[in-house]
């Protein structure tokens, strides 16, 4: 199976977050995933999607892991997906800014987290 054939597990209810890069997007960064379209996220901080979360790191969406995205509190993401859900809902997966979303199979997949300090048992 390829990724395009997951894409009815990804609407706009389950608002996942992930590294990705593509050839548009050369740097590791991240993104989230609406049927089989990966919308990068900081392209949507640059245009002030976000604005209104309150908390949001600026650049946290620019950086190759998910570490300080994930360190930031429950009510920051949650934010985030709202904010997500809105745009969507309200105007459609096309109307995001031009550029900021890309077809799955055109992206690569990264680890979301760095690990640090790891000891084995």
Known sequence: MTST???HHFSV???PFGIVSSEKHSSKQAATRIE????????LAQ???FKSVEGLTNGVFAESSLNNFAELPKSV???VRKAIQDAV????VSSLPSGSVEEVSKVTM???????????W
Request: hydrophobic fraction near 45%; proline fraction near 3%.
């Open 89 to 92: 809902i309200s105007n459609g």
């Open 77 to 79: 993401v949650a934010g």
């Open 36 to 43: 089989n379209n990966v919308i990068f996220l900081n392209d």
């Open 5 to 7: 054939e997951y894409g």
């Open 110 to 120: 990264h680890m979301p987290v760095e690990v640090k300090d790891f000891v084995g």
């Open 13 to 15: 209810k389950n608002i």
């Open 47 to 49: 245009v002030g999607l």
